[in-house]
Structures are given as structure tokens and as C-alpha cells.
């Protein structure tokens, strides 16, 4: 069974450059949810999608970050411009609805020069 | 507030042991708790949940402990073996849908 899929796995970028991190739930997944991890913080919750429609964004950071979900099986999070405090390791997670269990992909390292 | 916490940030217990990972919620209309293990350059992997309903259930070799009262949960790993060296989360359901997780207690285990 394939689980979530995250791409790419490490990013490397410069100060001012677009990031685009991509998510494949998992087949039959109604819910997707975008979290980011680091140390100072933790596993913070960016936005969560239920039937490909955005429930929650308010822990977007900034307005310089935007997901989309246009179908069941795939959701991007960019970041345009990014900038060096958006290192960070980004994970993706799908579940069979609200209030389910999450499943995780390996995340995206994610690193602004 | 809307939070979940850890008491301890590390613990180290010797292989075979029994260990215990603490955590407390601040949400008492919670209804559902889940604990995940994340290993180093892995995402959360699920562990174990249990819903507010009940007060204790267990898994292979893994026990969650609910205590509504005093807004405490609990996993005990019983025989504790190399490969259950990792970070645990405890996560809570808050209202809206949102999955919120605590600090993380690193485990580390002694041969």
C-alpha cells in the first residue's frame, strides 16, 4: 500500500525564490492536512483541506504561503518569496475524514539560504 | 488555553524496561487522543488512540491511559527494545477538526 507521498524530499533554495512542496494522499483520503516541524516550535498545523475545499488556514504563517488542493490525489504548499525562517521540515498527512487518525508522508526538508 | 504538553522532554530507560510517556491536555471538551512515534528523517507514524469514552486501552506491547479528571494521558511500552528509540507525541482533537500535538518526549533505550 502506498502511503502519502511528499516531493520533493529535500529542498535547498535561496532567499527571494518560489518553493513549491508537493502531496499525493492517500487513495480514498477525503481529509489533507499540512503541518510544519521545527525544533523552536514543533509540529505546527498550517491547513487542513476535507473534500478538496480548505476548512482551516488560519496557521498559515504569512500571506507569502498558499496551498491548493484541485483534486482528491494531489495538493501543493508554496511559498513565494521564502525567506531563511521558513527552514523547516513540512509534512503532509491524509486521513480517511475529520476527526480520524492521520497518516503521515516523510515530510520535505525544506532549506532557505 | 488550546494546548497539549509533555512533563518530561527526554527519557532514557534500559532495554526490557517498562516505560512510561507523560502528557496533559488543556482542552476538557477533547474527545479523542492519539500517540505517535516519529523516528529520526521519518514522519509521525501512529501508535495508539483512544477516544474519551474509555480509559485505558492497550495494543501490542502498548497501553494509552486516559485520567479525564485531571486532563492526563499516558503510554506505557512494556519490554522496551532498541527499536522503540524515537520521539512520541501525544496529539489532541480539538474543536473545528484540528489535530494539535504536543512537544514530543525523546525515548532513548539502553542496551
Redesign the interface.
Known sequence: DAGVIQSPRHEVTEMGQEVTLRCKPISGHNSLFWYRQTMMRGLELLIYFNNNVPIDDSGMPEDRFSAKMPNASFSTLKIQPSEPRDSAVYFCASSLGIGEKLFFGSGTQLSVL | GESVGLHLPTLSVQEGDNSIINCAYSNSASD?F?W?KQES??????II?IRSNMDKRQGQRVTVLLNKTVKHLSLQIAATQPGDSAVY?CAE?IK?????????TELSVKP
Not at chain 2, 528523517?41 to 501512529?46: I, L, V
Not at chain 2, 473545528?96 to 514530543?104: A, E, T, V, Y
Open positions: 479523542y492519539i505517535y528523517g521519518k514522519g509521525p507514524q501512529f488512540d507525541f482533537y473545528g477538526g484540528k489535530l494539535i500535538f504536543g512537544q514530543g
